[in-house]
């Protein structure tokens, strides 16, 4: 019965994860390219990290 | 190499009592089963848990800290009259108090306070709701008392630190210190870029607040008191009405300009994105009150149902590995303390960023 829950809960799992991975693989690429503005690429990339999250647990509060 | 060491170890200890005083709470838990107050039999150890976790992320009207130190709160309700009394009366006789002829009751189920008939019976519907009246309920709950108490440690906090800097000329001296370069942090890596060097000083007050209570209340929430502040919808929601409530009230000509009517598009794409931008307005102040929400609660359940492992686990090996697992998702839940309440400021000096933007030229894209 509760299977559809279960199904959504996991589709949103993937999708914030696949997410916030491209995020941290080109904000690595960013670093390895230009190591002097590490800590403007960690900043952008924590912001857009707790963006994705904020859908991920609303989301997940609702299934 | 000792000192470091000697670091070490107090961080694990002071872990570790906030794991081990959860486990006095459930041991007690474990012993109250056998004679539960409503008279049920007794509860498999799962529902148990799941009672203490309850217990833990909701509002209650007593200050429960361990066996032993607890203290009621006083109770105030407005009900065509303010009737005040101390919660304790709840607890002596059969749950329900009498209060200038009308009687309360606290249901188990959400620790609400409903008005009930002098036999203090609560009914329910068929889902499960109740369906008493509830009167208006100004208590001081312990989420209101924390909130008393954080907000008078950081006004003490930092305006013992505003006077150290008179008192030494500039330098800060004491225990406030700490904060200084938090304070400046905020000042030039969040103020000043999102909201411009012109009208930055006058959100700065409200984006340290900010900063601060959501920091400290979650810090509040890791130690073993069993407060839950963030973790309440109602909490978070009235931080992002806050911002929502100062970026409409700042918005200049250009804002509103840019929501209705938006500049240099076609006239058909204004009329469609007016609504969209419309509703962007207050979906904004929702998904803060949602991220922050969901966060804090979830990583609590999270962390207690780990906790709640080990009891389920009666072994050696299973049990340490859940304490081993409750710790390190603890150290985590330090990181998404301040990462929360980072997050929300940065965001709420974005909205009032945008919402004092000045209106610059767009340069033609070809």
């Known amino acids: 019965m509760e299977i559809p829950r279960i199904v959504g809960a996991g589709l949103i799992v993937i999708g914030a994860g696949i997410g916030i ?29 707790a963006l994705i999250e904020g859908i991920g647990f609303a989301a997940l509060f609702a299934a | ?14 872990f570790s009592i906030s794991n081990i005083v959860a486990q006095e709470h459930h041991k007690e838990a474990n012993k109250d089963a056998m004679h539960n107050q409503h008279g049920e ?8 848990i799941k009672e203490d976790i309850k217990h833990h992320l909701h509002d209650s009207h007593s200050f429960h800290i361990t066996k032993g130190i607890e203290f009621p709160l006083p109770v105030i309700l407005w009900d065509n009259g303010l009737h005040v009394f101390s919660s304790s009366k709840f607890e002596e006789g059969n749950g329900v108090v009498e209060s200038n002829g009308n009687y309360y009751a606290i249901s188990h189920g959400n620790g609400h306070i409903y008005k009930t008939d002098a036999s203090g019976k609560i009914e329910h519907d068929e889902k499960g709701f109740e369906t008493n009246e509830k009167p208006l309920d100004f208590s001081i709950t312990k989420n209101v008392f924390m909130i008393m108490v954080v907000g008078l440690i950081m006004f003490l906090l930092f305006s013992g630190l505003s006077k150290s800097y008179a008192k030494n000329g500039g330098i800060a001296k ?18 000043i870029p999102n909201i411009g060097e012109k009208h930055y000083k006058r959100y700065m007050p409200y984006l340290l607040t900010i900063f601060f209570f959501i920091w400290f209340v979650n810090l509040f929430g890791l130690t073993p008191l069993g407060v839950n502040l963030t973790g309440n919808i109602a909490i978070t929601s009235a931080l992002a009405i806050l911002t929502y409530l100062i970026t409409t009230f700042s918005g200049n000509k250009n804002y509103w300009k840019h929501i209705f009517w938006m500049p240099d598009v076609p006239v058909f794409m204004k009329i469609v994105l007016a609504p969209i931008e419309l509703l962007g307005t207050l979906i904004k102040p929702f998904a803060l009150t949602m991220r922050l929400y969901a ?17 389920i686990y009666k072994s050696w090996v299973g049990s340490s590995l859940s304490f081993g697992l409750a710790f390190g998702l603890s150290i985590l839940e330090l990181l998404v303390a301040a990462l929360q309440a980072y997050i929300f400021t940065v965001l709420s000096a974005l909205y009032f960023g945008m919402a004092v933007e000045e209106h610059h030229e767009h340069e033609e894209a070809h």
Do not use: C, W
Request: aromatic residues 6%; hydrophobic residues 55%; glycine residues 10%.
């Open chain 2, 295 to 311: 966060n804090m609660f979830a990583g609590h359940v999270v962390l207690m149902s780990i906790i709640g492992l080990m009891f």
């Open chain 1, 21 to 49: 991975g491209r995020i941290g693989g080109s904000a690595m690429d960013a670093i390895a390219r230009q190591p002097e503005a590490t800590g403007k690429i960690q900043t952008a990339m924590l912001i857009a990290a």
């Open chain 2, 41 to 48: 039999e007794k509860l498999s150890i799962k529902e148990q």
């Open chain 2, 1 to 14: 190499m000792l000192k470091r060491a000697l670091y070490i170890l107090t961080v694990i200890t002071l």
């Open chain 2, 174 to 191: 004491g225990p406030g210190r700490f904060f200084e370069p938090i304070v400046l942090f905020i000042r030039d890596e969040i103020a």
